[in-house]
């Protein structure tokens, strides 16, 4: 489908394509697009850009993966579908682990994400050896599954888009836990140690951007950060934009 530029929504409606070439191609679940449509209007109510607070975020969360010993991005199917060159380059820069963990796991779909990643320059991608595989406690049975050489033994996990549950359960395993979501009042959102409130397509370049300026030798030890005030101005923003538009 062509889109002109000058469309009102011509970047959501790109981000759209993006994922259901995704769907096509067999990285993401009907569930998936769904959970989009949700992100999609938690988008819309923030303004469509990347809000101060989430800069905020972004600065806190390359502190802390450059900081990690051990990090891992855990990768499902629409973050694949949306920005397979940037999980790449940010492992890259923040020596991270690449691991493939669905909600609905499939192993033809863990392979086809695995191999849309690796087209893209990685060269190693966890999560699909099951002679790695490794259980975290407090979920059922096909959830809680993770690689031995990744997420389990991971000090830091960056999990974008990912379920209040897994990331309560990750949280309870002792993990760092670093997200993207949208909706700043998910159990996701507000379980995590920092949540970048932002569309993980605009995001994750800023991420990406942030930690290569950021020099490891500058990073400030003991760094604070308050999740929830963060998440409290990007609530704040919501109600505030809600307000104008009710004036207007
Ligand atoms: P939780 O389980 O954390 O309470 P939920 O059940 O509402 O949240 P899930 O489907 O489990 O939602 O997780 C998907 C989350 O990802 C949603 O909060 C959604 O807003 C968010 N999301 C979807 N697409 C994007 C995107 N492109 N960028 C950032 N966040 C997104
Ligand atoms: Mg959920």
């Known amino acids: 489908m062509h889109i002109p530029r000058s469309h009102p929504r011509a970047e959501s409606l790109y981000i759209r394509e993006r994922l259901v ?25 923030i303004g469509e850009r990347t809000s101060k607070a989430s800069h905020e975020a972004i600065s806190a969360a390359a502190q802390m993966l450059l900081s990690a010993k051990h990090p891992v991005i855990s990768v499902n199917g629409n973050l694949a579908a949306l920005c397979t060159r940037e999980i790449v380059q940010l492992a890259k820069v923040v020596g991270a682990e690449i691991e493939v963990n669905l909600f609905y796991a499939s192993n033809k779909r863990k392979r086809a994400i695995a191999q849309a990643i690796k087209r893209n320059g990685a060269n190693k991608v966890l999560g699909l050896d099951s002679k790695f595989s490794q259980k975290i406690p407090g979920l059922e049975s096909a959830r809680r599954v993770v690689d031995e050489r990744g997420i389990f033994i991971a000090d830091v996990v960056l999990v974008p888009l990912e379920d209040g549950d897994r990331t309560i359960a990750l949280k309870k395993f002792g993990k760092k836990v670093i997200t993207f979501d949208l909706n700043p009042m998910s159990r996701t959102a507000q379980t995590a140690d920092i949540t970048i409130v932002d569309n993980v397509t605009r ?10 300026k950021m020099k490891r030798s500058t990073l400030r030890k003991n760094f604070k950060f308050h999740n929830k005030k963060n998440l409290n101005q990007s609530i704040l923003l919501i109600k505030n934009n809600l307000r104008r538009m009710s004036r207007a």
């Open 21 to 45: 070439r995704g769907y096509k191609e067999g990285l993401v679940v009907e569930e998936g697009l769904l959970a989009h449509g949700r992100g999609e209007m938690f988008d819309y109510l």
């Open 203 to 212: 995001g994750m370049q800023l991420l990406i951007k942030t930690c290569k």
